[in-house]
C-alpha cells in the first residue's frame, strides 16, 4: 500500500519561499505511470490544486500560481518537492501531497493522499 | 478559467436521501470525481468516472452523469456520512485539474 507524508517548516516569513517534501513510502515512485500533485487547503475553505510532476520531471502548474510555483521529483530518494516563492499569508493552508493516475485512459485524479501538513505564513 | 459549481451546503435527516450537483462546460468532455473528507482527514476518492465507486465504499453512494451536471447521491444517510464533498475534474486539455468549492453535508 503506497503512503505519502508530506514534511517540510511549519511557519514560513512572508515574502519568503514555502519548501515542502513528499516521501513516497510502499513502492518506488517509478513503479507504475503517475503524476504527483500538490493540493492545497486553507483553514475552513476548499481545495485547490497547485501543479503536478510526472516521474520524468515533466510539470503543469495552476495558472493562477505558475509565476510562484516549482515542482520537481527526485526518483533516487522516492521524494517530490514544493517550492512556492513570494508567499503572503493568502498562502498559509494546509498542503497535501497527492498521487494522480497516468494511464493513457483521460481519467485525472487522485488516488492516494498523504496526511497534509499545514504551513503558516506569518512573521 | 475552468470552474465547477456546487451547493455550499445540504441538510438531510437520517435514513433519507441526499444528492449533491455538480456543473461545468467541461463535464460533457472530462469525467468527474467525487471526495470525501473529514475534519482533520485527508480528502477520500467516492465516486470515480462519473459513476463508478470506489474500492470500499458503501453501496449507498452513487453517482450519475447528464450533460454538464453530474450528481452524488448517498442513499439511507447515515450520522457517518456527515462530512465535505468535493467535485473534480480536469480541463479539455487534461493538464489542469479543478475542484469545485465542496459542499458540507449535514446529517441532522
Known amino acids: 500500500q503506497v503512503q505519502l507524508q508530506e514534511s517540510g517548516p511549519g511557519l514560513v516569513t512572508p515574502s519568503q519561499t514555502l519548501s515542502l517534501t513528499c516521501t513516497v513510502s510502499g513502492g518506488s515512485i517509478t513503479s507504475g505511470t503517475y503524476y504527483w500533485s500538490w493540493v492545497r487547503q486553507p483553514a475552513g475553505k476548499g481545495l485547490e490544486w497547485i501543479g503536478r510532476v510526472s516521474t520524468s520531471g515533466s510539470t503543469n502548474y495552476n495558472p493562477s500560481l505558475k509565476s510562484r510555483v516549482a515542482i520537481s521529483v527526485e526518483t533516487s530518494k522516492n521524494q517530490v518537492s514544493l517550492k512556492l516563492s513570494s508567499v503572503t499569508a493568502a498562502d498559509t493552508a494546509v498542503y497535501y501531497c497527492a498521487r494522480a493516475p497516468n494511464n493513457g485512459d483521460y481519467l485525472y485524479y487522485f488516488d492516494y493522499w498523504g496526511r497534509g501538513t499545514l504551513v503558516t505564513v506569518s512573521s | 478559467s475552468y470552474e465547477l459549481t456546487q451547493p455550499p451546503s445540504v441538510s438531510v435527516s437520517p435514513g433519507q436521501t441526499a444528492r449533491i450537483t455538480c456543473s461545468g462546460d467541461a463535464l460533457t468532455k472530462q469525467y468527474a470525481f467525487w471526495y470525501q473528507q473529514k475534519p482533520g482527514q485527508a480528502p477520500m476518492l467516492v465516486i470515480y468516472?462519473?459513476?463508478e465507486r470506489a474500492s470500499g465504499i458503501p453501496e449507498r453512494f452513487s453517482g450519475s452523469s447528464s450533460g454538464t451536471t453530474v450528481t452524488l447521491t448517498i442513499s439511507g444517510v447515515q450520522a457517518e456520512d456527515e462530512a465535505d464533498y468535493y467535485c473534480?475534474?480536469?480541463?479539455?486539455?487534461?493538464?489542469?485539474?479543478?475542484f469545485g468549492i465542496g459542499t458540507k453535508v449535514t446529517v441532522l
Open positions: 468516472k462519473d459513476t
Open positions: 473534480q475534474s480536469a480541463d479539455s486539455s487534461g493538464i489542469h485539474y479543478v
